[in-house]
């Protein structure tokens, strides 16, 4: 039986799922971007090159790229342990939507472009208290990665 805390958790929860897949905000419009997007000169190459190098100065876990769509975009996850260590407590199976930098570096009208979850879906996702912890801890240091691949 469920309380109505309960009932009232379920209800944001849905409704900001709701909110996350809705068109205005996966295209990007808008403050409640779940994407943030940005664009540099430097040839995808180049980003993938920059986000492993960055991972490693920083101690963080680069586990790889990957080309899809017939190569014209390289998917690259880096993990940041201090996020993980803030979900896992919580259940091993939040690590599905660990935000580990899952970044999407592609060529639009001339410039690479570097796609990136913002973090804050985690707490939408799974509304708890370690998901803002872990959101918040994540937002600057991605912020930060993808100035520094973008400069």
């Known amino acids: 039986m469920k309380t109505a805390r309960g009932v009232a958790v ?10 996350l897949l809705s068109p205005s905000t996966t295209r990007g419009a808008g403050p409640d971007a779940m994407f943030v997007v940005r664009s540099t000169a430097k ?38 342990p201090e996020v993980g260590q803030k979900l ?20 639009k009208d001339g410039k690479t472009e570097i796609s990136l979850l913002h973090p804050r879906y985690m707490a939408v996702l799974h509304p708890h208290p370690a998901a803002e912890e872990a959101s918040a801890i994540a937002q600057p240091l991605l912020a930060a990665m993808l100035d520094a691949l973008t400069e």
């Open 10 to 19: 379920t209800v944001l929860a849905c409704s900001a799922l709701v909110g």
């Open 43 to 80: 040839t995808p190459e180049a980003v993938v090159e920059a986000a492993k190098a960055y991972a490693e100065r920083k101690k963080w876990q680069y586990l790889g790229a990957s080309k899809v769509k017939q190569g014209q975009v390289i998917l690259v996850k880096i993990c940041i």
């Open 88 to 107: 896992w407590p919580v259940g091993l199976h939040l690590s599905a939507m660990l935000p580990c930098g899952n970044l999407g570096v592609y060529q």
